[in-house]
Nanobody
Framework: QVRLVESGGGLVQAGGSLRLSCVTS????????VGWFRQTPGSDREFVAA???????????YNSDSMKGRFTISKDSAESTVYLQMDALIPEDTAIYYC?????????????????WGQGTQVSVST
């Protein structure tokens, strides 16, 4: 059973930075896709970014150019932790951020394509 544990959320002023971590365990997939989503009250869970690795190859996908310019998804060398570096944060980035994972080879934005979810970590950006 795949387990995902997020950490790194908190309160930050606008313009600041946070780095979220997602520790993955319990999988032996040759290919794993890990994504970050975020959700605010009353809204659907929104795709932020995803990363796919297979051997030495890595691919990334971002929701938009604006996120790609401020957010960076990466993984550590041991391939067990995925990071989301968030810079130039704005109040609209305030949300619960979730780590998600899926088996397979397709890197996708669709939240229903992800099979495993973490418990979420709160990110709050003040003005």
């Amino acid at each position: 059973q795949v387990r995902l544990v997020e950490s790194g959320g908190g309160l930050v002023q606008a313009g600041g930075s946070l780095r979220l971590s997602c520790v993955t365990s319990g999988h032996t997939f040759t290919t794993l896709i890990v994504g970050w989503f975020r959700q605010t009250p009353g809204s659907d869970r929104e795709f932020v970014a995803a990363i796919r690795w297979r051997g030495s190859m890595t691919d990334t996908l971002y929701n938009s150019d604006s996120m790609k310019g401020r957010f960076t998804i990466s993984k550590d060398s041991a391939e067990s932790t995925v990071y989301l570096q968030m810079d130039a944060l704005i109040p609209e980035d305030t949300a619960i951020y979730y780590c998600a994972a899926r088996r397979g080879t397709s890197i996708t934005k669709g939240r229903f394509s992800y099979d495993y979810w973490g418990q979420g970590t709160q990110v709050s950006v003040s003005t």
